[in-house]
């Protein structure tokens, strides 16, 4: 990697962690002439190049360099001339199932490419709005998965720990914002394309209510279903892209005027917990159930039966809509079928063996299902689901590629279906640095109160800040949480201060652990262990460089051991854990809240 591409990904780092120029902040920039539409594409141009050396496959083309500050300085005449631009200089992508005019357009399929006669009804509205487009990005090929490794392009992979996959199917747009490449970037959404990726990558995703947004020069994946959505930091950018894009297109025949249904948010669905589904996830579990607390801020939270919606979603692979993906896909399937990623063709080409009597039942059934979907919204004024119950690395998710992306779309498959409105937002961060999401659910036209609630659920769940991007392909620095021996100025500090640790910060574990002294452990050290029936425990937490953790956790000697704690804060750190036989004799001193506490009254 060069110099200045170091230099430039440094910077993007930490904006990332900081908190970047937005949608808004960029736009106002430019209005106001504190900076200029080129300048901010020149910006734009450095970061994607520098980033190229370590995600070049997150794009499938991109606009020349010369188009991209052509395109600049022609927004920088307009607000000269008093145009009146809400989205004045804002870089932004565009999936490649998008038409975009003068890029090509792929899905994805090589085989499959074609050049657009015009630009996608939402992109002219970008653009006549003063956005600038810089490239088009990779996908699932033909929007189908949730995971973002079926492309001839490469595989996208999580912006903050390249292990793990990055989501899809809208996985490069996922990317391009969360790298802090552009402000915002168009993704679509079918079962979930635009909520999973959001979740992993620490970002909004919004997926507006059917037919609010035009999806003329959009690559059908289930045309009757499909949405065009936007990736942004905040939920205020995406309302300000949403308010220049939503709008009803004549020409779409699936558009529909805008209406918008308030919530009064008293009463919030949550699924029964015998029926939520983690596969084997505690973390997500953990993360989810802290999120219910903020929300329980906002409205009474209700369990309700997943049932119905599961039924729902089922039909969305074993239904119908199968049918209506081969039909979309007919004419590749037909002429070149090879030139299908293996696993997509195995998705689709079933469809074609669907009769015409069970493609009405599964119509007349799905009928049913959102009858049942629309009464709920009686009891309820909106859901509040996981995104995804866990994530996979891109090596567990290539090894079984149809069973763990089923799972990534366990609660997101039946919005579309049963015409839902959908705000996918963080809600914490894992201890591998990906993100957890949960998604708020609304019925038809709730947009732009889902955007409401979502304010109102930050604003409670106060976040931590988003980690730092992986740039090498490895986690650059390792926190650890420290409780008894190793805290400052205690007998085992040495071994951090030897290995260059800094200093975090003192902080609390979540209410979920109790602390033993050890009987006959030399020097005194503690024993912490998970419990539902525990309280907060002080600790310290390090930062140490990835080999430097890898010396400590050597020396760490049984029967402790290094794990995963959650601090106070819903964030997951590594840190000291015990097996079972370390409370053999040992004291319970959980109620002194920390070593500290136990030494001085032991002096």
């Given at each position: ?79 000269a001339a008093g145009e009146d631009l809400p989205l004045a200089g804002v870089p932004f992508a565009v ?509």
């Amino acid at each position: 990697m060069s110099g200045p591409a170091i230099t430039a990904l440094t910077a993007t780092a930490t904006a990332t962690a900081a908190g970047r120029l937005g949608v808004q902040d960029i736009a106002a920039a430019v209005r106001g002439g504190a900076t200029s539409a080129l300048a901010v594409a020149q910006d734009a141009l450095a970061r994607i190049e520098a980033y190229d050396a370590v995600q070049p496959q997150i794009w499938i083309s991109r606009a020349s360099r010369e188009d991209v500050l052509a395109a600049a300085s022609a927004v920088d005449a307009r607000v000269a001339a008093g145009e009146d631009l809400p989205l004045a200089g804002v870089p932004f992508a565009v999936k490649d199932n998008i038409d975009v005019s003068g890029l090509e357009t792929t899905a994805a399929c090589p085989a499959f490419a074609y050049e657009p006669e015009s630009d996608a009804d939402v992109v002219a509205r970008l653009l006549a709005a003063g956005a600038i487009c810089v490239g088009k990005t990779n996908l699932d090929q033909f929007a189908t998965g949730l995971n973002g490794t079926r492309s001839p392009y490469g595989i996208p992979r999580n912006a903050s720990n390249l292990a793990y996959v990055s989501g899809g199917s809208s996985s490069g747009s996922s990317i391009a914002v969360a790298a802090g490449l552009v402000a915002f970037a168009l993704g679509t959404d079918t079962a979930g394309s635009g909520r999973v990726p959001a979740a992993f990558n620490h970002l909004i995703g919004f997926k507006p209510t059917k037919g609010r947004w035009s999806t003329r020069g959009l690559v059908p994946a289930c045309r009757s279903i499909d949405c065009i959505t936007v990736f942004t930091d905040s939920t205020a950018d995406a309302r300000l892209v949403d308010r220049v894009v939503a709008g009803f297109d004549p020409a779409d025949p699936y558009s529909k005027p805008l209406a918008d249904r308030p919530l009064a948010l008293r009463r919030i669905g949550v699924p029964r917990r015998e029926q939520r589904v983690w596969f084997g996830d505690g973390e997500s579990e953990y993360l989810y159930d802290q999120a219910l607390t903020h929300l329980a801020a906002l409205g009474e939270i209700v369990e309700i039966d997943l049932a119905p919606l599961l039924e729902a979603a089922q039909l969305l692979y074993g239904g119908p809509w199968v049918a209506e993906r081969t039909a979309a896909m007919a004419g590749i399937l037909a002429s070149n079928p090879l030139a299908v990623d293996p696993t997509v063709r195995a998705v689709v080409e079933p469809g074609a063996a669907i009769a015409a009597t069970e493609l009405w039942n599964g119509i007349y059934r799905m009928a049913d299902l959102k009858r049942h979907a629309d009464l709920l919204w009686n009891e309820l004024d909106m859901l509040a689901f996981p995104t995804t119950g866990t994530t996979y690395r891109v090596a567990e998710m290539l090894a079984a590629p149809v069973a763990l992306n089923s799972n990534l779309g366990l609660y997101t498959n039946f919005v579309n279906l049963l015409d839902m409105a959908a705000l996918a937002v963080p809600a914490g961060i894992r201890a591998n640095a990906t993100g957890f999401g949960i998604t708020l659910i609304g019925p038809a036209d709730s947009d732009r109160a889902l955007f409401d609630a979502a304010d109102a659920y930050l604003s409670a769940a106060a976040l931590p800040s988003t980690p730092p991007l992986d740039l090498e392909g490895k986690m650059q620095t390792v926190k650890l949480a420290v409780v008894g021996a190793h805290l400052k100025d205690m007998p085992l500090h040495w071994q951090l201060t030897s290995r260059d640790a800094e200093f975090v910060g003192a902080f609390e574990t979540a209410p979920n652990y109790r602390l033993y002294a050890m009987a006959d452990s030399v020097p005194p050290k503690p024993a912490l262990v998970h419990s539902a029936d525990g309280a907060p425990i002080k600790v310290e937490v390090y930062e140490l460089g990835v080999a430097e953790f890898g010396s400590f956790v050597v020396d760490v000697p049984a029967p402790l051991a290094i794990g995963t704690v959650t601090l106070a804060d819903g964030s997951s750190v590594k840190g000291f854990v015990a097996e079972s036989r370390a409370l053999d004799g040992a004291e319970d001193i959980t109620s002194l809240g920390g070593w500290r506490a136990f030494v001085a009254r032991a002096a």
